[in-house]
Every structure is written in structure tokens, then in C-alpha cells.
């Protein structure tokens, strides 16, 4: 292993006093303390398999030393960031970038890790080795019914490798679209995906969920196949109980109000998971909370809310994973950021006096249910997530204890300093 429990256990030693000085301060103020603890301690965000690697952009790629090359390497660098938060006890992969050779194997690696397996996710909008159709014009909505069938196969494929791994989600993002109008027509495209969509659904083990992402641009720029919430959900009532949206917080237009968005979703019982990251443009794919923190708090102040009153339960409700690509910083030590940014978020949104905000909206009291949202999110929560952290068993701070015990400089030892992580 090569971060030991000793290791973590001395790093708590050192910062205990301090942090035990901020808790005990903080936790006067707070009835349910206790239970904001223990919520905060399982719940848990899964990484995905792409993000472990320095991304890029189409203008070059500067890769990081000690990187993973392999599925055995990224699932070990999910256990490093799960030893050290105990936050991210599940990994996403992508297929065909992480095909399990030996999938018993794999799932014994994880295990040894702590590690479950999230949504797999399928990949029609690049063209493989030997692949017979192009996906240049698009995949399932694609006017030629062989691509589609293609596309399809693939994507059941996909959920096969899911099974094998214990996985109980497939995420379909799709770069189908158009960049100049007249290239397409809407309702057909829409059409072709519903029916391949249908025909991948099919094959959906019974207690399975189907994620579909939507995303207002890119690749393409003049129209998505699946641009919005709105196109995302009818496609889901279309096909079913066991297909939902998924919202990528950084696939809208910018000053969206995505919380909005959440709110309703779940209300109709149809928002199936998250993609965390941050942007100040659109999909950025910048660490979760770096641009827009409130917003963040928002989010989860509606999934707080909406899920309580569905009786969802937080932690295992809905699919929490982030979705970032890192051109700067140290991918792990990124995710890290990223996993505390959502958990600051999350412990804030339960600070949230829910019965004070409904008389405040009953009444019309503007200004108090500003005050009572506000007062949430000004709170430093800092030592409270921290705290469910050190009762897990991981470390006080993350991020210090990454770079104390080196775990960079270990992984460039054993890797080298040249490596090119698969993926985006
Ligand atoms: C693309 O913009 C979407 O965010 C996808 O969810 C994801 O990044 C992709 O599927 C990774 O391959
Ligand atoms: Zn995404
Ligand atoms: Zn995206």
C-alpha cells in the first residue's frame, strides 16, 4: 500500500489539536450535529476513470508525471484519494478506455481498495480502431440505421462489462448534433434516438438505471441532439422507470439556474445523478466550487430539500460523481478539492433551518429567507466535514496529507515521469 493507516493516523495527530479547537466551537451552534456527522460520513462521490489524467485541451496537452496507464493504476489511484477522504468509494469507467481483460480480477482490486464500481459509460462519439461506421454525423440519432445499430451494440456491450463488475448504471452522453442549420432534421434525429435509446434500454438489467446526459453544445455548435433538460427528460419519460436525466452542472449556458433545474427534476422522480465540476463559461470541467460556490450550495439546497421530502435516502438516492479534466494541477490532488468543495456544499445545504425558510416563504419575507440561506452557506464547515472524515478513519486534510506523504513523487518512482493517462 502506499499510503499506510499509520501514516494517516500520524497525520491526524498533528492537526487534531487545531481541528478539535474548530469543532468544538462550531458544533456549540449546532443541535443536530451529530446527525450532519454521520450524513456527511457516507456519502460518498465516485471518480471517473477519465479524470486521473492530465486532460488537455485541443491547443496541446501537457502531461504529468505518474500518471496511470492502466485500469489496475487508476482503480489504485481511487483507492489513494478513497484512503485518504473516504469519499470516493466507487470509480466510473469508460468503455473502451478501461476494458476489463479479467473482470473478477478487477473487482478484486477494487475491493481490496474499498472500492465499488459506479456508472459505466459509453463512448460513440469518437471512432475506434477497426470500428466499421464512422460517428463523424452523430451515433444513435444518426440517419444511416447501420451507425445506429452500431452504437447501439456498443452501448450493450457496455452494460455487459457492468454486470460483470457489479455496476448498476449506464450513462449515455452523446455528441450527436449539428453545426449548421438545415444538416439536420430535429424531430428525425430525435426520433432515431429515442428508438436506439429503447432498443440499449431493453437490455437494461431490471435494477438498473439508464443516466441521460444532455449538453447545450459542443462538439457541435449549432444544435445537440440532447441539449437540455427538457429534450434529456422526455426522452426519459419515453423510456421508462429506469431512465433519468443527468445533470453535467457544466453543460448550460452560462447564469442558467440549474438549482431550478434539480428541483424540479426530482420532484418528477426523474433526476438520476450528477455531474460536479465548476465553470465560468460552460463545460470547463474546472474543479467542483473554484468558480461558483454559491451556485454549488444552491444545488444542493434544492436536492436537501427535495430529496427529504421524497424520503430519498442522500447518500445512495441518486449517482454522485464528478466529472473534471485537469490542465494545471495535479489530477488527484484536484479530485481531492473537488470531493471537499461538494462536501462543504452538502453540509451546508443541511445547516439550512428548513421550517424557518417555509414560514419565511409563506409570509413572503423575502429578506429572512435570503438571511436563512445566506447564514448557511457563511458558516465555516469546514472542521465538520473534517470531522467525518477523522471518524472514517481517513485523514483531517486531505490535500496536506497528499502532499506530506508524497504520493505524487511515489507514483512517478513506480510509473515514471513520462506518462499519458488514457482518456479525456
Ligand atoms: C461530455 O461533455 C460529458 O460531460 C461526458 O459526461 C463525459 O465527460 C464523457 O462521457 C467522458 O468520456
Ligand atoms: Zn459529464
Ligand atoms: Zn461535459
Not at 453545426?179 to 434516438?193: D, H, I, M, V, W
Amino acid at each position: 500500500m502506499l499510503i499506510e493507516t499509520n501514516q494517516i493516523e500520524q497525520h491526524n495527530q498533528g492537526n487534531l489539536a487545531t481541528h478539535q479547537r474548530n469543532f468544538n466551537f462550531i458544533s456549540e451552534n449546532i443541535s443536530n450535529i451529530e446527525e450532519i456527522v454521520e450524513k456527511l460520513k457516507v456519502f460518498q462521490i465516485a471518480i471517473p476513470s477519465w479524470a486521473l489524467g492530465t486532460g488537455g485541451t485541443r491547443f496541446g496537452r501537457f502531461s504529468g508525471p505518474g500518471e496511470p496507464g492502466t485500469l489496475e493504476q487508476k482503480i489504485d489511484d481511487v483507492g489513494l484519494l478513497h484512503k485518504l477522504n473516504q469519499s470516493s468509494g466507487a470509480i466510473s469507467l469508460h468503455i473502451p478506455w478501461d476494458i476489463p481483460s479479467d473482470a473478477e480480477k478487477i473487482k478484486a482490486l477494487a475491493a481490496s481498495h474499498g472500492l465499488g464500481f459506479d456508472a459505466v459509460n459509453s463512448n460513440t462519439f469518437q471512432d475506434q480502431k477497426g470500428q466499421e461506421h464512422s460517428y463523424k454525423f452523430g451515433s444513435l440519432h444518426h440517419v444511416d440505421p447501420k451507425v445506429r445499430k452500431q452504437a447501439v451494440d456498443h452501448n450493450i456491450e457496455v452494460i455487459k462489462h457492468g454486470i460483470a463488475l457489479g455496476s448498476k448504471s449506464l450513462t449515455v452522453w452523446l455528441a450527436d448534433g449539428s453545426s449548421f442549420p438545415g444538416q439536420l432534421n430535429f424531430r428525425e434525429a430525435f426520433q432515431n434516438t429515442l428508438e436506439s435509446l429503447k432498443e440499449i434500454y431493453k437490455h437494461l438489467p431490471s435494477d438498473w438505471k439508464m443516466f441521460v446526459e444532455y449538453k447545450g453544445f459542443e462538439p457541435n455548435f449549432y444544435s445537440m441532439t440532447i441539449a437540455d433538460w427538457g429534450q434529456s427528460l422526455l426522452l426519459a419519460n419515453k423510456l421508462g422507470e429506469k431512465a433519468y436525466t443527468l445533470v453535467d452542472l457544466g453543460h448550460h449556458q452560462p447564469n442558467v439556474n440549474i438549482e431550478q433545474i434539480v428541483s424540479l427534476l426530482l420532484m418528477e422522480g426523474k433526476l438520476g445523478g450528477f455531474h460536479f465540476n465548476d465553470s465560468k463559461y460552460a463545460d470547463d470541467d474546472l474543479t467542483a466550487g473554484a468558480i461558483k460556490p454559491y451556485q454549488l450550495f444552491l444545488i444542493f439546497n434544492e436536492l436537501v430539500d427535495g430529496m427529504d421530502a421524497k424520503g430519498i435516502d442522500h447518500a445512495t438516492g441518486l449517482g454522485w460523481m464528478i466529472d473534471a479534466s485537469h490542465n494545471l494541477k495535479d489530477p488527484l490532488v484536484d479530485l481531492l478539492q473537488s470531493v471537499e468543495a461538494i462536501k462543504i456544499a452538502y453540509a451546508q445545504a443541511l445547516l439550512v433551518d428548513r421550517k424557518a425558510l417555509k414560514e419565511a416563504q409563506q409570509a413572503n419575507d423575502v429578506v429572512k429567507a435570503q438571511e436563512i440561506l445566506q447564514d448557511a452557506f457563511r458558516t465555516d464547515v469546514r472542521s465538520i466535514v473534517a470531522e467525518s472524515r477523522l471518524r472514517a478513519g481517513a485523514a483531517l486534510d486531505p490535500v496536506q496529507a497528499f502532499r506530506d506523504l508524497k504520493v505524487r513523487e511515489k507514483l512517478t518512482e513506480e510509473r515514471g515521469a513520462v506518462t499519458i493517462a488514457t482518456g479525456l
